[in-house]
């Protein structure tokens, strides 16, 4: 058990639909960071915050949303769902700032759209 | 920012024989280099990790080298057996602002031969 928890595990949706994905760090991490890995693929950068502000951004797209809350957790926001969208998305924390960048991952939400 | 390459993308090799996989990196600032174990559907599992400021890492059967000036790293398995067959993902980050987030390889699926 790496100590970030994601909920939920699975999640099947209709296209066109909205959903929210939830990450628990661990106790002690500010930094919170979201990869996106579709089929047989590699791990996709999303977004990261750190103490609850925005700190880097990769691919996202704009359909995709996320924020860090005053208690650490995070939620990613996914609308207007496509087909394409179908993958695990995981959660990953970290102490972040200059301590080190030391990530352990959630047990990611598999999404499916249908 | 940070690109990093990773080959093989897949490696198979006897039980007990060795295992090799390399990355370069593209960005001088990077400073922390972790491998990532992946068995299916599962979370990326951290299994061993280098900074900048040293050359070569050993955990029992796995060790990691760094080469700074030629943006290059390996993981270096020993000794393999089965439980070692899995996707191996290296990964470069940095520790400035903006910087801490992994940027991940595209994989390498290791499979052992009994």
């Known amino acids: 058990d790496s100590g970030v928890t994601q909920t939920p595990k699975h999640l099947i949706t209709a296209t066109g639909q909205r959903v929210t994905l939830r990450c628990s760090p661990r106790s002690g991490d500010l930094s919170v960071y979201w990869y996106q890995q579709s089929l047989d693929q590699g791990l996709q950068f999303l977004i990261q915050?750190?103490?609850?502000?925005?700190?880097a951004k990769g691919n996202i797209l704009e359909r995709f949303s996320a924020q860090q809350f005053p208690d650490l957790h995070s939620e990613l926001n996914l609308s207007s769902l496509e087909l394409g969208d179908s993958a695990l998305y995981f959660c990953?924390?970290?102490?972040?700032?200059?301590?080190?960048?030391?990530?352990?991952f959630g047990q990611g939400t598999r999404l499916t759209v249908v | 920012g940070e690109n990093v390459e990773q080959h093989p993308s897949t490696l198979s090799v006897q039980e007990g024989d060795s295992a090799v996989i390399k990355c370069t990196y593209s960005?001088?600032?990077?400073?922390?280099f972790p491998w990532y174990k992946q068995e299916l559907g599962k979370r990326p599992q951290l299994i061993i990790d280098?900074?900048?400021?040293?050359g070569e890492k050993k955990d029992q059967r796995i060790a990691v080298t760094l080469n700074k000036t030629a943006k290059h790293f390996s993981l270096h398995i020993t000794e393999t057996q089965p439980e070692d067959s899995a996707v191996y993902f290296c990964a470069a980050s940095g520790s400035d602002f903006g910087n801490e987030k992994l940027t991940f390889g595209t994989g390498t699926r290791l499979t052992i031969i009994p």
């Open positions: 280098i900074r900048s400021n040293v």
């Open positions: 960005d001088s600032a990077s400073n922390y």
């Open positions: 990953a924390s970290s102490v972040g700032g200059t301590y080190g960048t030391e990530a352990f």
């Open positions: 915050y750190y103490n609850g502000e925005e700190r």
